[in-house]
């Protein structure tokens, strides 16, 4: 018998699903708002079609299907072979006819979530490796799921903006470029406030600084500018290059 229930008795990685499962609906509700001759449009990642971003939402939810496959077999199973095959990957998905496109997004998705589905308690703890090359408990792989199918809806460019990301995705978006930034040392001391988000508090590495170069907005509008993807809507700083984070 086949379960059809998660089988994890957790509450929290419960939520944890329900919550990457409504990025994704909201995220294939994106894509089937699209017709076949829009497929080809741009999308707002520099020479990148929306074919691109699909193929790539697509293959990223396989990978992820190899790291859940890794934790509860204990077999290793990376998400890419190397750098080069993944950019090939996406390359080749992206010449895909429509419908394959489609299929792929479909199905890579649908096994993901079989997957998880199907992970017994014991194997969310278990450690994998993401392409990065950072060694996280397979929970991880819920949250690396929820930020692609978000942010990535927004770079399809066909109406959903960074108000429509819950905010809490966009909160731990957020945390997580200002810790990368961190950790690379490529903030070059900018003072960030999120207004309406008290509770997150100055951020970067100018925070509490009244010299430092100040960016303001709300939190979608600081979560967009950071991410690298426009700071039009900040209130200050939008003229401020956002520091690298991947
Ligand atoms: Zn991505």
Known sequence: MVARQDLTTDEDLKAQLLRVRRGTAFWSRKVN??????????????GWSRRHVIAHVGYNARALTRLVQWATTGVET???SSPQARNQEIAYGATLPARAL??????ASVSLNVEWRDTPDEAWGHEVRTAQGRTVPLTETLWMRSREVWIHAVDLDNGARFSDVPREV??????????????????????????????????????????????????????????????????????LENPRWI
């Open 170 to 239: 966009l909160s731990r978006l957020l945390s997580d470029i200002v810790g990368n930034w961190a950790a690379k040392n490529t903030d070059p001391g900018l003072r960030i406030q999120v207004t309406g988000a008290p509770e997150l508090g100055e951020l970067g590495a100018g925070a509490g600084q009244d010299s430092a170069r100040t960016v303001r907005g709300d939190l979608p509008a600081v979560a967009q500018w950071a991410s690298g993807r426009g700071g039009h809507r900040l209130e200050a700083g939008a003229d």
């Open 102 to 107: 489609r299929h792929l997004n479909d199905h």
């Open 78 to 80: 990376p998400m890419y």
């Open 33 to 46: 708002e699209l017709t076949d001759d829009e497929l080809d449009g741009p999308s707002l990642l520099p």
